[in-house]
C-alpha cells in the first residue's frame, strides 16, 4: 500500500551552549579586618610635621592595593560591559531572541538522501471518472465532519510519543490547508488583502494563500507593529500559518540526525521499520496568527504542537497524505495513508516564538535553511478524497 507523508516544505537538537554562569558581586563597603582606628591614626604625643609611623605606612598599603584591585576589576569588567552591549539594544523585539551563537553540530548525518528515489511520484486522483487515490489531505476537520472515501487505515489515537513515533521535522505553510469552520476557512481575515487574492508574494515566487483565521484586527497594534525578523525569512505579523510536524518510527529519534529537510530524509531514515504507514508516520498540525506581543511567547515550537489549556485541546484525527502546492483535486500524492492529527482551534502566538524556532532550525546538523519560510498551501481536498475515517478528541 502506497505510503504517505505530509508536505509543505519542497521537495529537496539544538545544542547550543548554555551562557556561564554571571558572578554576583558584592557593592557594600567591606570593613578592612586589622586597620587602625581613625582616632589612633595620629599618635597623641605626635607632633605636626613629625615623620609618618607605622599607622600611616599601613593606610598607605591599602590605599595601594585598593586601587590595584580596581584596575584588575575594571579590566575584566569594560570587555564584558563591551560584549554584552549588542543584547541590550532593540528591546522590544530582542525579549526572546536566540542566542547569537548557532553553529551546527559537526558530524556524519546518516539521514542524507533517505528520500525514496522512486515510487511515490503524483498520479491523477481519477480516470474514466474512478478514484485511483487513497486518502488525501489536508481535510476539513471542523467538528462532526466525514469524508465520502471508505478506508480501513486507521489514525493514531494515542499521543505520537505513546505510539514511539518521533518528530523529524518542522515546517509552516502561507494560509491554513485544513479548514475548521469559524477557526480558520474562507471568511477569515489577515494583511495584504484577503483569501480572494489567491496567491502572495515570498522572496520573489508566487506562493499559494490557504485559508486564514478571524483574529486579525487591523485596528490592534499587535497585529501590525512589524518585527525585527532575525532568522525566519519572509514572515508577516497578522498572517495566518498552519505548522506541521511529520514524525515517523523510522526517524533517527534522539539524536543529533532527528531533524531533516526535506523531511522525507527524516522519515526514512532507518532502514526495514516502516511496515504500518498510518501507525508509523504521523503529522501533527497546529495553525496560528502572529502578533507581534510577547504574551504570547512559547520557547520550544520546533518540538512539536503545544498541548496547554485551550492550545492542543481539541483534536481531530484522520488517515490522509502528504500536501503541497504539487498536489491538488486533480492531481493526487502517494504518500499515503498516514496519521493527521490537527488541532481544530487557531491560536494568537508571537512573532518571536517562530523567530526562535528558525534559530534552533539553524543549529541542526542537517541544513534546514530551506524550511525558514513558509510554503505554499494545496486546496483544501474535496469531500470524495476525504477518508470517512475523522475521529475527534
Not at 80 to 86: F, H, K, L, P, Q
Amino acid at each position: 500500500m502506497p505510503i504517505d507523508i505530509v508536505e509543505g516544505a519542497p521537495d529537496e537538537a539544538q545544542w547550543l551552549p548554555a551562557p556561564p554562569p554571571t558572578q554576583l558581586v558584592d557593592n557594600e563597603p567591606m570593613a578592612v579586618k586589622g586597620a587602625p582606628d581613625q582616632d589612633r591614626m595620629q599618635p597623641q604625643n605626635e607632633k605636626p610635621g613629625s615623620p609618618v609611623k607605622q599607622p600611616m605606612r599601613t593606610a598607605l598599603t591599602l590605599a595601594i592595593a585598593f586601587f590595584l584591585g580596581a584596575g584588575i576589576a575594571c579590566a575584566i569588567a569594560i570587555p564584558v560591559m563591551i560584549a554584552n552591549e549588542d543584547s541590550s539594544d532593540d528591546k522590544d523585539n530582542a525579549v526572546h531572541d536566540a542566542p547569537v551563537m548557532l553553529i551546527a553540530l559537526s558530524g556524519t548525518n546518516v539521514c542524507a538522501g533517505k528520500k525514496p528515489a522512486s515510487g511515490f511520484e503524483n498520479i491523477n486522483c481519477t480516470k474514466d471518472g474512478v478514484i485511483q487515490a487513497f486518502a488525501q489531505a489536508g481535510a476539513d476537520v471542523t467538528a462532526g465532519y466525514r469524508g465520502d472515501l471508505a478506508t480501513n487505515a486507521t489514525p493514531i489515537n494515542s499521543t505520537y510519543l505513546e505510539a514511539g513515533v518521533c518528530p523529524v521535522n518542522v515546517h509552516w505553510h502561507l494560509g491554513a490547508e485544513h479548514r475548521s469552520a469559524g477557526e480558520f476557512d474562507e471568511g477569515g481575515r489577515g494583511p495584504v488583502g484577503g483569501h480572494e487574492d489567491g496567491n502572495r508574494r515570498l522572496g520573489g515566487d508566487k506562493v499559494r494563500l490557504g485559508l486564514r483565521c478571524y483574529h486579525y484586527d487591523s485596528s490592534d497594534s499587535k497585529f501590525t507593529t512589524p518585527y525585527d525578523w532575525k532568522h525566519c525569512v519572509d514572515m508577516t505579523v497578522g498572517e495566518t500559518y498552519e505548522v506541521h510536524w511529520p514524525h515517523s518510527a523510522a526517524g533517527a529519534c534522539g539524536t543529533p540526525n532527528q531533524y531533516q529537510t526535506p523531511f522525507y530524509d527524516g522519515v526514512f531514515c532507518k532502514d526495514n521499520v516502516l511496515v504500518d504507514t498510518a501507525a508509523q508516520i504521523g503529522v501533527q498540525s497546529q495553525v496560528f496568527t502572529v502578533v507581534n506581543d510577547e504574551d504570547y511567547y512559547y520557547p520550544d515550537l520546533m518540538r512539536g504542537m503545544i498541548v496547554d489549556g485551550d492550545y492542543g485541546a481539541n483534536i481531530t484525527k484522520y488517515t490522509g497524505s502528504t500536501t503541497g502546492t504539487s498536489r491538488n483535486n486533480e492531481v493526487c500524492s502517494q504518500y499515503t495513508p498516514i496519521t493527521w492529527q490537527v488541532d481544530r482551534k487557531c491560536h494568537l502566538i508571537s512573532a518571536s516564538t517562530f523567530d526562535k524556532m528558525c534559530a534552533d532550525m539553524k543549529a541542526q546538523r542537517d541544513d534546514m535553511s530551506k524550511d525558514l519560510h513558509a510554503h505554499g498551501s494545496r486546496e483544501l481536498v474535496d469531500d470524495s478524497l476525504t477518508a470517512d475515517n475523522h475521529q475527534r478528541l
